[in-house]
């Protein structure tokens, strides 16, 4: 089994930026997929982003990209999502998540994870 913690939340103003990361315990992440998801009060979950188990595929929600950053460590076992140009859109709370062994080929849903994080607010206001 693996445990997912993020951090890197908080309140920022329209413009600003966050690093959020992801630290996992208890197995390795290189063999899995990983990505970052949202949730907005009363939504339901919505893709953010997805990486490759080495990084070398990157895939992001239309309304993030260009703006946001999905990255991983590896040898730290930890995934990261740089966000730039903040919008009270960016709103919600963001969990990582991961099924071991997963490797993606399209954009994926949350169906595809069997692991999750507790989440971290980020708050982006106007």
């Known amino acids: 089994q693996v445990q997912l913690v993020e951090s890197g939340g908080g309140l920022v103003q329209t413009g600003g930026s966050l690093r959020l990361s992801c630290a996992a315990s208890?197995?390795?992440?290189?063999?899995?997929?990983m990505a970052w998801f949202r949730q907005a009060p009363g939504k339901v979950r919505d893709f953010v982003a997805a990486?490759?188990?080495?990084?070398?595929?990157?895939d992001y929600a239309d309304s993030v990209k260009d703006r946001f950053t999905i990255f991983r460590n590896n040898a730290n076992n930890i995934l990261y999502l740089e966000m730039n140009s903040l919008r009270p859109e960016d709103t919600a709370v963001y969990y990582c998540?991961?099924?071991?062994?997963?490797?993606?080929?399209?954009?994926?849903?949350?169906?595809?994870?069997?692991?999750w994080g507790q989440g971290t607010q980020v708050t982006v206001s106007s």
């Open positions: 998540a991961l099924r071991l062994g997963f490797e993606y080929y399209s954009v994926p849903s949350p169906a595809d994870f069997s692991s």
């Open positions: 990486i490759s188990r080495t990084g070398g595929r990157t």
């Open positions: 208890g197995r390795t992440i290189s063999s899995s997929a």
